[in-house]
Every structure is written in C-alpha cells, then in structure tokens.
C-alpha cells in the first residue's frame, strides 16, 4: 500500500496557470511560487466584489478519537467528486502547522487518493505566510521590550504583559521563560513565553481581515499590555501596525493550490481551533464564493469546537452564511464513543455502535439547531459491516439528517459520488441559517452559558475568580459586544477528555478570559489548554528525511 507522499509523489499535476484560468483568473492576475502554487492578487480580487456567491458548504465532524475521522480527507475529496457530477466546486482550506508535522503525525492535505499537492510544500514552508505571522507577532514583541529598555514613556507593567512570541514548532521549554537576563544593556528582566504561531493572535487576525486597510486597524488594536496605573496599552501605541502590516501584505493573499484530480483549492491561514476559531482565511472562502457554484470548507475539531466557530464567530464576522452542512463520522469513532477500546474497533460489534451514535446524535441535534441542513458522511473502512452502516442509516433517518458513505481516501472523487449528490440535494433544501447567539448584544458570560448548554449540554458553567475579574476588565473595554471563542478539550463535549459519548450533569469550569481585541472575539479558557504544545517521545520528525535526489521521504 502507498503511503500518502508516495501517492502524491507520483501525482501529475497541472501547471497552477491552468488552475486558475478553469476558474477564471488571469495569468497576469496570479503571483507563481514554482509551478504548481501561486497567490491571487489584490486586483483580482478586488474585481470579484459584485459577482454573485455560490453556495457554501461547512464540513465538520464528530469528537475527535484516537483514529482519527478524515475530515479533511473528506472536504478533498468532495471538492474532487463534484466536477464528475457536473458541478463547479473550488476547495477551501487552513494551512498546517509545522509543530504537528514533526510532532504526532499528520498534516493537513487530506490523504489516499483525496489529497491537495504539492503536499510536501504544503506541509513545510509552503508559501511563506507561516513565517510572515511569526516574524510579525515577534516584531511586536521586540518593540513592546525596546520601549520598556528605552524609558517605558507609557508606564507598561512589566508584570502585566499580556503578548507572547511565538514560533511554528512544538517546544515545551519555552512556554515559560525569562527575558532580558544578562545586564542593563540585554534589556529589561521579566517573565515571557512562547505560543506556536497557529495560536498567535496575529493569525486569528489574518484570517479574519476583510482587506489590506482592516488588517492594519486590527493590528493596531491588538491589547498588548496594561500600565502600572491599569489602563490598556495597544499596539499602535508602540506604532507597530505599520510595520507588521508591511510584513504581512503578502500573507494576506490566499494561496492557489489543486488536489490528485485537479480541483482548484484555496489555502489560507490555519488559527487553532481552540484557542482561535479554527477554519480557514475569511478571504479565500469569500473568493471561492464568487469563483464556484460550491466552496467546500471545513472548520477544525467537532461540530462543538470548529463548527460553533465557524458559525458563531467566522459567519457574524464576514456575513457568511452556509447552506449545508457535511459530519464526518466513522463506524470505528463511534464504537470508541461506545465503550470499545482503540485496539478492538475495528471489530464487528453493533450494539457498541448503537450505544456509541449518541455522540454523532448530539452533533446532529446541534448543527441543526443553526437552521440548516445536514448531511452525515461516513468515512467507510474496510472493517465497517453492512449491519453497522445500516444502524447509522437508521439512527441518521430517524434524525432528519441525510447520510451518504464516503470512500475518496481509496477512491478520489470517484468514491464521493453519492456523498457530494446529497450535498447538492441538501443546499437546495430551505435554509434560514442563524447564529445561536447574537455577538452585538448580550453579556460575555451569557454568550458562555449558551454555547455551553446549547452545544455542549451542560447544565451550567462555573467560573474562577480570576475569570469573573478578567470578564469585568474585558466588558470595560468593550469586550461585551464581541463573540466568544471557548477553548476546550477536542475529545469530549464536556471539559473533560474522559467523558465520551454524550455526556449529561456536568458543569464546564472557565479558568480564565482573554481579550483578543485585534482579531475581535473574547477567549474563554476551560481544562488545560496548551497553547505551545510538545514533542512526542517518538516525533514523527525522526522518520523524515530526503534521499540523494531531493525528496521528501517518511512524511506520512
């Protein structure tokens, strides 16, 4: 069997100029990176301003387990059955991080034969905007440190400074550190840490910029620190946006890839889904709007992490609105879900399926509480009895929800026919999407409670002093009037990793609450969050290499 490099490897892909002209960009309009990825030009897109939108369709899935539930695996391969169904479709998706690609492995160009290339570049450096993010978010940082070194003017608390660097790659040795040790002259002593990069703020900012202009008045607004008298101090009170904006401008252009089968795909931006709102550029999915009669994106996590986001902070944001949306599950998902044990599911042992679907029911029950319609897509295995995939049938049905089986990691586009006609079915259906809050209006612990007991069901939320403090400050800035983004474990519906299926009586514990003034949502932290994760025992970096010739070896 081919790994995923292999099979990307021996790929053909077209020249990214014909890429663009299927879908009516310009050569002249298109700024290469090699051959095979390009970004579109502000002009370009610029121009597509009046043309009318196409439809839009959100691919989540169920809690995350162990195996893994293909989810971006799916969206390819979606986006590559289209066109043999006779429908124009354009794909898009985040960029990875470099921390998971050495880390636990895995990517985030799909994998099989539903896979978006050129896969090694992607999942390396790619085009670069990774880097610009890091080299801006930093670029801040050494300035907030020269003004303490150079007199603090503004009266900035050492203490309370509230922006960390950030670097793409897990290293758990700096997320707590010192600065400034070594003498007068290394500057001003205080305590620091790192963040990966996907947890920057900076690109949460990115991804949620409507243009070059609201970039750099979010940027400005980044809340960096408070002063020894407890007033805000903004970014551009260090007159740093200018210069972060001139780091960032080619970032913000969205990036022109193709899958196997050379469907074109957008790829932009890549914020964490938990402590951000984990989908893809504002940019690239309006763009593909006006450039397809379908975009297929997907947000990270399950439906309670990725989706909610999507829905609740990416649509209010960007005035976006889906007209399906697709759940990725698996038979083996929902066995684990069920009580099965990782080294037994793939098993035949439908009454731990039965007793696994309330899990893909909760999420089911949640998508459709948003007013539009759902479309349940099983990731087929070869391990998946027909008595099994007739009880999610079943379960599905009974439901409301359609459900069609996918088979694009074996099969392409080919093997997503049947999923990608329901699709289609599905956003002819009424829709009348709609939050489950309003961000404009309603307190920030309010706008909590209903995401916890509306998504999660949980009976309530309890906070810590610290949060309560932290909520009063924010609502004094204005934090009131913005959507809220809880960070959460990926595993459970509830804060508590252990607690599968759909769990009830529980309360979620907020910790803490941070202000993310610039990219314009408020953070809730629940668990134990890590914002700059670690290494494995066994990274998967140590099974990467490059042979004689220059290739890539052992990623994935």
Do not use: W
């Not at 502000?42 to 009046?50: H, L, N, V």
């Not at 799916?74 to 998706?93: D, F, R």
């Not at 999915?285 to 909610?308: N, R, V």
């Not at 319609?373 to 295995?381: G, H, T």
């Amino acid at each position: 069997m081919l790994s995923d490099i292999q099979i990307a490897q021996q790929a053909t892909a077209k020249p990214i100029t014909e890429i663009a002209a299927s879908i009516g960009i310009p050569l002249e309009e298109l700024e290469p990176y090699g051959r095979t990825k390009a970004k579109i030009s502000e002009s370009f897109i610029r121009s597509m301003a009046d043309r009318p939108d196409g439809k839009l369709v959100l691919v989540t899935a169920i809690n995350p387990t162990p195996m893994g539930e293909g989810k971006t695996t799916t969206t390819v391969g979606i986006g590559e059955a289209m066109p043999l169904i006779g429908k124009k479709a354009i794909i898009a998706l985040r960029e990875p991080s470099l921390g998971p690609v050495f880390g636990i492995k895995g990517g985030a160009a799909g994998g099989g034969y539903a896979q978006v290339i050129p896969m090694e570049d992607i999942n390396l450096h790619f085009t670069g905007d990774m880097h610009a993010i890091t080299a801006a978010n930093n670029l801040l940082c050494a300035l907030l440190d020269n003004h303490l070194q150079q007199g603090n003017t503004l009266g900035i608390d050492p203490r309370r400074i509230l922006f960390k660097r950030c670097m793409d790659m897990n290293d758990r040795a700096l997320r707590n550190i010192v600065v400034g040790l070594g003498g007068k002259m290394n500057g001003v002593p205080r305590e620091d840490g790192f963040n990966i990069t996907v947890a920057s703020e900076i690109m949460a900012i990115l991804c949620l910029a409507a243009d070059l202009p609201d970039l750099k008045a979010r940027l400005g607004r980044i809340l960096v620190a408070y002063t020894y008298s407890g007033e805000p101090v903004y970014a551009r009170q260090l007159q740093a946006e200018g210069a972060m904006t001139a780091l960032l401008k080619d970032a913000l252009k969205p990036n022109l890839v193709q899958t196997l089968e050379n469907t074109p795909c957008l790829m932009h931006g890549g914020p964490f889904a938990n402590i951000a709102h984990g989908c893809n550029s504002v940019r690239a999915t309006k763009l593909a709007l006006k450039l397809a009669d379908y975009t297929i994106t997907e947000a990270g996590f399950g439906s309670d992490l990725g989706a909610e986001k999507f829905l609740d902070i990416k649509c209010q944001t960007a005035g976006l609105a889906p007209s399906c949306i697709v759940l990725v599950a698996t038979v083996r998902a929902l066995k684990y879900n069920g009580g099965v044990a990782k080294a037994d599911v793939a098993q035949p042992n439908v009454e731990a399926l039965k007793a696994g679907l309330c899990n893909l029911g909760a999420h089911i029950d949640n998508m459709q509480k948003y007013g539009v319609p759902v479309v349940v897509a099983i990731n087929r295995f070869l391990s998946d009895s027909d008595e099994e995939l007739s009880a999610i049938e079943e379960y599905c049905t009974a439901r409301g929800a359609d459900f069609a089986l996918s088979e694009v990691f074996a099969k392409g586009g080919e093997g997503g026919k049947a999923l990608a006609e329901k699709i289609v079915a599905a956003c002819e259906k009424p829709s009348a999407f709609h939050p489950i809050y309003d961000a404009a209006s309603g307190t920030i612990e309010s706008k909590i409670e209903t995401i916890a007991k509306t998504i999660y069901g949980a009976d309530g939320v309890s906070y810590t002093a610290s949060a309560r403090k932290a909520m009063k400050d924010i609502a004094a800035l204005g934090g009131d009037s913005l959507p809220v983004c809880i960070a959460k474990t990926q595993y459970s519906l509830s804060d508590d990793q252990k607690k599968l299926g759909r769990p009830t009586g529980f309360t979620i514990t907020v910790r803490d609450v941070r202000l993310s003034n610039g990219a314009g949502f408020v953070v809730a932290l629940t668990g134990d969050i890590m914002t700059m994760p670690g290494l494995p025992k066994a990274p998967a970096a140590a099974l990467i290499d490059v042979d004689e010739a220059g290739n890539i070896q052992g990623l994935f």
